[in-house]
């Protein structure tokens, strides 16, 4: 599942454990060289309401726990994802409104599975078009490179091939300027046969 991340814009916090935000803002690029288009979330919003589900609210894209809380309305406007939602009254949903009151948690991130995108290898950008909102995330920070560039790790080893802007990634991760990422992925093509062996792969160092 691949991660939008952005100061989450807090439009309001109410009386109750109740709160209004942006999960994404959409045509800015965020850390990861992803933007978010306009529309790209109107299918999303209308698959949720056809199936009557919501995304999952989670702290740090941890699937493995329990939900934070729930969301009850989500919608695209003119500056993102908007959604309502509410914090559940446990310890641990009362600390984060705490600290949510406080302005310490600043920044939100919508896990989604891609349905359309567009890369420009030129600008090093990839536009969405159309993604599919899983689960919304209160997270420490606005991006973590880190978490992605392991996720696309473990895809390798399991017989994965990266695509374009995940191998970029990678290669920047190592080192290695935008540029010269940019330059070495302009020759990659992972959905032809580009004679690349996932075995030889795995052996480098920074798969290990």
């Known amino acids: 599942m691949n991660k939008l991340h952005m100061e989450c814009q807090i439009k309001s916090i109410g009386d109750t454990l109740k709160f209004t ?3 994404n803002v959409k045509n800015v690029e965020d850390h990861a060289g992803d933007i978010a288009l306009d529309g790209c979330y109107a299918e999303s919003i209308e698959i949720h309401k056809k199936a009557g589900t919501m995304p999952i609210l989670f702290w740090g894209h941890d699937h493995g726990s329990l939900p934070l809380g729930g969301i009850d309305q989500i919608a695209e406007d003119s500056k993102g994802f ?4 509410d914090i559940a ?5 009362k600390d984060v409104d705490i600290l949510m009151r406080r302005g310490d948690i600043k920044s939100m991130s919508v ?9 420009d290898a030129q600008k090093g950008i990839n536009y969405l078009k159309a993604i599919h909102v899983k689960e919304v995330s209160f997270v420490n920070f606005a991006c973590n490179e880190l978490s992605t560039v392991e996720t696309i790790k473990s ?20 080192g290695l300027s935008r540029k010269q990422s940019m330059t070495i992925c302009s020759r990659y093509e992972p959905d032809k046969k580009s004679g690349i ?4 792969l795995k052996a480098y160092s920074m798969f290990n």
Do not use: H
Not at 113 to 119: K, L
Not at 197 to 200: L, W
């Open 197 to 200: 062996d996932i075995e030889s």
């Open 155 to 174: 895809q390798i080893i399991t017989g994965v091939l990266p695509s374009k802007r995940e191998m970029e990634k990678i290669l920047r991760s190592t």
């Open 82 to 85: 908007l959604i309502e939602g």
């Open 89 to 93: 009254p446990t310890s641990f949903g």
């Open 21 to 23: 935000a942006y999960g």
């Open 111 to 119: 896990g989604y599975n891609v349905m359309d995108e567009e890369w």
